[in-house]
């Protein structure tokens, strides 16, 4: 029985392995392609940043629900609309997402892809911070000192800019409270995705339309190259998070908390030796005391989630030595009961 349970579970091991694969490679896409979008914002110019951002709604909007379409998920729209506080937080989020977007796009356009990978960098710690001040959440001692050397991070970064970085920070609590929200939204992404959209659809489309009377709109009058390259932002948005949809079904939240560390990693070198930013001194001690800070924070995390686990298979182990030791009393019982009527005989209660 052992041998042949043991045999059973080393083969559902081997089963899950090619799906934690296949989630590890949606991750890395996911995180890759988001490390790798500052090399298409500028392919739009001359596109400004506003512009580039309404383009960026209208056409997620159009291809998400093409990818509704085809999935058959409209089943969440009537629940969701039933639901005011729901749509409120929706809206919250929709704003939030915007400014991120917005704020991202044009500090790519402006050569700030380096400020803006710190922002993303800190994210996860303004995360903590949030949890902290927000939800009331307990720190370990390991993430308390992560957020005092991030906040160490910034004064120094401060002091080299002249003045706080306040592109890193805005992506930053912007992102960092799109992920509260979405968190209290609990909807799938492709369908959050969806509605956030389809709550700035409507101003981003009048935007586009104001710029195209005015005579401002460079969608149309730049060539069908550039048509298409604004058409495609909604693919830029939308297939990354698809992809990260299907990793984290498929992958430990460990794992993928280490995965979105790439997207800013790629971006961080995308700005110096693609676009050639300056890293002076001061800048570079900045970012060594962020990554500090990440290390400790994924140290910690590592050994909270080993620690769990093994706290979850000692319980689980018990619960089946309890439950192996009572089936084996009861089948004693009943086997004393059986021959004690075969013998004629019954057995005689303790408390008689």
Not at 90 to 101: H, K, M
Not at 114 to 143: C, D, H, W
Not at 229 to 254: H, K, Q
Request: glycine letters at 10%; hydrophobic letters at 55%.
């Amino acid at each position: 029985m052992w041998r042949g349970g043991s045999v059973k579970a080393n083969g559902d091991q081997r089963a899950g392995l090619p799906v934690q694969r296949a989630g590890l490679l949606y991750g890395i896409g996911a995180y890759g392609m988001w490390g790798l979008v500052p090399l298409y914002w500028p392919l739009l110019e001359p596109a400004g940043a506003m512009e580039i951002l309404a383009h960026r709604m209208v056409w997620s909007l159009v291809f998400v629900a093409i990818g509704l379409l085809v999935l058959r998920r409209w089943g969440w729209i009537p629940e969701l609309i039933r639901q005011p506080r729901k749509l409120g937080l929706i809206a919250v989020a929709a704003i939030t997402i915007s400014l991120n977007w917005g704020f991202y796009i044009w500090a790519v356009n402006t050569g700030r892809v380096v400020e803006a990978s710190l922002g993303y960098f800190i994210n996860p710690l303004v995360t903590i911070a949030m949890g902290v001040l927000l939800l009331k959440e307990r720190l370990r001692p390991a993430q308390w000192t992560a957020v005092f050397i991030a906040l160490a991070a910034v004064l120094v970064l401060a002091v080299g800019y002249g003045q706080p970085p306040w592109i890193s920070l805005v992506l930053a609590f912007s992102f960092a409270t799109y992920g509260l929200v979405k968190k209290k939204i609990n909807i799938g992404g492709l369908e959050s995705l969806a509605a956030e959209t389809a709550v700035l659809f409507l101003p981003a489309l009048g935007y586009l339309v104001w710029l195209g009377t005015s005579g401002s709109a460079t969608f149309g009058s730049e060539g069908t190259g550039q048509m298409a390259l604004l058409a495609a932002t909604g693919v830029v948005t939308a297939l990354p998070l698809v992809c990260f949809g299907a990793a984290a079904i498929r992958v430990p939240l460990s794992t993928l908390g280490l995965l979105q560390y790439l997207a800013p990693v790629f971006q961080f070198i995308l700005g110096i030796t693609y676009f050639h930013e300056a890293m002076p001194p001061e800048r570079w001690a900045g970012f060594s005391l962020v990554w500090l800070a990440l290390a400790i924070l994924t140290w910690d995390a590592l050994r909270n989630a080993r620690r769990t686990r093994s706290e979850a298979l000692r319980l689980t182990a018990e619960a089946a030595a309890t439950a192996t030791a009572t089936a084996t009393a009861a089948t004693a019982a009943t086997m004393e009961a059986a021959s004690a009527q075969a013998d004629g005989t019954c057995p005689v209660s303790e408390h008689q």
